[in-house]
Each structure stands twice: as structure tokens, then as C-alpha cells.
């Protein structure tokens, strides 16, 4: 059964470095979304995207945070000066089609920053 | 404003024995309805989903989940727990009339104790 991808599992860095959160979607579906789970906390939405441009955005989704399709499997997250509240576990999530609701997400990059 | 409430942040259960994990949701408008779990260290898997139709929702691994618009619920529940269903879970709602993203409970710790 095809899944969401995500790379790399873990990643720490240093506060102020940028990072890109990578995602492979599932092959025929059109809808890619980011959510974070900080730990302990609930998981929120990011970002939406759909025909190659943010269709929705959270509050939480400032400047520091951009999304790209590079290519037609890939899809980033990036953050261009983490802080420390950056820290969390990101998923990523697809969907196929407008008629087709559920999103199916991947196992999640945790993001440690220091 | 979406939201969803999930009031037991711990339900405990002996194996063999029927489950529940509450959710309730507010939206302005029409919801869809979704049951998430994640296992440790994995990302979320989707059990099931409320668009339309029947009350009552069938999902992966014996989980069902029943719609209740006028308390505006949507319980999960299993005639049979197993140890193997310890696990959190995450309801989420989307307003069908308000954007894509989802918007996440809590999540409920289930324990089945053996």
C-alpha cells in the first residue's frame, strides 16, 4: 500500500540554522499539507498546498516557513532561522482528489533545536 | 472557530473488553469526522471517517466511531479491545465549509491491559 514519506527521521540543529524537512507524497494524489505536533501538545496545521501554491495558511505559518514542490515527487518544508520553539515533530500529509477527504500522513521528522 | 474536545486524556481497559474514546466537535458549519491513531514513534494512521450517509462509520482493525450531530460526538468504540490497540488517538474535524486543513484533538492515551 503506498505511503507518505518523510526525511530525515531526526534532526537536530542550532538555533538560527535553516532546515528543510523533506516529504515524498503519495504518487497520485494532488492535495500536500505540513502539520507540527510540539511534544506533549496537539498536532496543528501549517500549511496547504495545491497546484504548485499555498492554498491555506495557519498563524503559524510566518516568513520563517516556506513550502516548494521542486519536482513532481518531493515536497519541503523550510525554515529559514530556527528558534528554539521550533522544536517538534513535523508530519507531512497527502490527499488525492477534491472528493476524497482523508488525508494520509507520514511518520514525521522530529526536529530538535538547540 | 473549529474545535474538537477530547475529554479523557487516559482511558484504561481490560483486553477483551468493549472501548471508548470520546470526542466532541464544534464547527460553523457541516463536519467531516476522522479518527487518527499513532503508535510510538510512528506518524498517524487513519482508522476512519465521517462524510455523509449512515450514523454509524466502520474503520480498519474492528473500530467504529458514531456520528451524533445533535450532541455533535463522535465516540470511538471497539466491542473487543486488544493489548495490541494501546496506542493514542486523535479525532479531527474539517468544516466542510471553512478550508481544507484539520483541525486535531487533544488525543486520548488508550491502555488495554492484558
Known amino acids: 500500500e503506498p505511503e507518505v514519506t518523510q526525511t530525515p527521521s531526526h534532526q537536530v540543529t542550532q538555533m538560527g540554522q535553516e532546515v528543510i524537512l523533506r516529504c515524498v507524497p503519495i504518487?497520485?494524489?494532488?492535495?500536500f499539507y505540513w502539520y507540527r505536533q510540539i511534544l506533549g501538545q496537539k498536532v496543528e496545521f501549517l500549511v496547504s498546498?495545491?497546484?504548485?501554491?499555498?492554498?491555506?495558511k495557519s498563524e503559524i505559518f510566518d516568513d520563517q516557513f516556506s513550502v516548494e514542490r521542486p519536482d513532481g515527487s518531493n515536497f519541503t518544508l523550510k525554515i529559514r532561522s530556527t528558534k528554539l520553539e521550533d522544536s517538534a515533530m513535523y508530519f507531512c500529509?497527502?490527499?488525492?482528489?477534491?472528493?476524497?477527504?482523508?488525508?494520509?500522513f507520514g511518520p514525521g521528522t522530529r526536529l530538535l533545536v538547540l | 472557530a473549529q474545535s474538537v474536545a477530547q475529554p479523557e486524556d487516559q482511558v484504561n481497559v481490560a483486553e477483551g473488553n468493549p472501548l471508548t474514546v470520546k470526542c466532541t466537535y464544534s464547527?460553523?458549519?457541516?463536519?467531516?469526522l476522522f479518527w487518527y491513531v499513532q503508535y510510538p514513534n510512528r506518524g498517524l494512521q487513519f482508522l476512519l471517517k465521517?462524510?455523509?450517509?449512515?450514523?454509524l462509520v466502520k474503520g480498519s482493525y474492528g473500530f467504529e466511531a458514531e456520528f451524533n450531530k445533535s450532541q455533535t460526538s463522535f465516540h470511538l468504540k471497539k466491542p473487543s479491545a486488544l493489548v495490541s490497540d494501546s496506542a493514542l488517538y486523535f479525532c479531527?474535524?474539517?468544516?466542510?465549509?471553512?478550508?481544507?486543513?484539520?483541525?486535531f484533538g487533544p488525543g486520548t492515551r488508550l491502555s488495554v491491559l492484558p
Open positions: 500529509a497527502s490527499r488525492r482528489q477534491p472528493n476524497q477527504e482523508t488525508q494520509y
Open positions: 504518487s497520485n494524489h494532488l492535495y
Open positions: 498546498f495545491y497546484n504548485n501554491e499555498i492554498s491555506e
Open positions: 464547527v460553523s458549519g457541516n463536519p467531516y
Open positions: 465521517y462524510i455523509t450517509g449512515d450514523n
Open positions: 479531527a474535524v474539517r468544516d466542510k465549509n471553512y478550508g481544507q486543513n484539520f483541525v
